[in-house]
């Protein structure tokens, strides 16, 4: 249930899933829920129009920061209840991080904020080099020191990968402790890469599913399509 590909041929099940590297691994969860498989297939809809897009994509993102944040950091507080004094629960510094992608990363903000409204932002640009075929930061506003953060980052597509890749190893050149990545769709090839490249980094990655492949365009078959043009409206 919400799988949308058949792990047989592409070897990624619902569930965690530990891909081993060189020097450790990345954790990839396949989030498998009802609600979930129910708002991507109506995301995935060409007829879905850019307002009802934007709704499904804050929803989803919700869901899947639920199971995203499983591990931030937390501490025992004392509080006063009306009736009684106990030891409850709250999360510990340094405040996570959240890192959306521009620009598309930009709709997917509202709903991780939703579920961790404490937690600070930071705004990541990457665009590739048509000549050098490079990754290149063309905006960055983020705090100086990631010393001991837990950084969400989000994007909706995870396609060729080249572009998370660059974005962990930002992240953790500036010392961040935990990178978690939440996308709304993965293509194998992608998945691939982050754990060839960045899978020493211990680093978890979250996905509603794993599609079958990319095409000649890199664009992830069956996909949404562009999701900054649809959230946007660019693509009516």
């Known amino acids: 249930m919400g799988s949308a590909y058949d792990p047989v041929l592409v070897g990624f099940t619902p569930g ?5 590297g060189s020097l450790g691994h990345m954790r990839l969860h396949v989030v498998d829920h009802p609600l979930i498989a129910h708002k991507l297939t109506q995301l995935r809809r060409v007829e879905t129009t850019s307002n009802v897009f934007r709704d499904l994509t804050r929803e989803l993102v919700t869901l ?4 995203a944040s499983g591990d931030v950091g937390t501490e025992p507080v004392q509080i006063q209840t009306p009736v009684a004094t106990m030891t409850g629960t709250q999360l510990a510094g340094p405040k996570p991080l959240v890192v959306p992608i521009l ?3 930009l709709g997917m903000l509202d709903g991780m904020t939703a579920m961790i409204p404490t937690a600070e932002v930071g705004f990541l640009g990457m665009a590739r080099n048509e000549q050098t075929l490079d990754i290149v930061t063309y905006a960055e506003r983020l705090p100086d020191d990631l010393t001991g953060r837990h950084v969400f980052v989000l994007d909706p ?3 060729t990968g080249g572009t998370l890749v660059e974005t962990i190893r930002f992240l953790k050149r500036a010392g961040a402790a935990k990178v978690t990545c939440i996308c709304l769709l993965a293509a194998p090839e992608g998945i691939r890469r982050l754990e060839e490249e960045v899978g020493e980094l211990d680093v978890a990655l979250y ?3 794993v599609d079958e ?3 000649e365009n890199a664009f992830i078959i069956p996909g949404l399509g562009d999701a900054g043009d649809r959230l946007y409206g660019l693509a009516e």
């Open 207 to 209: 996905v509603a599913a």
């Open 64 to 67: 899947l920061s639920y199971e």
């Open 16 to 20: 965690e899933t530990r891909l081993t």
């Open 213 to 215: 492949r990319l095409d």
């Open 103 to 105: 620009r598309a990363g």
């Open 157 to 159: 597509m995870l396609a």
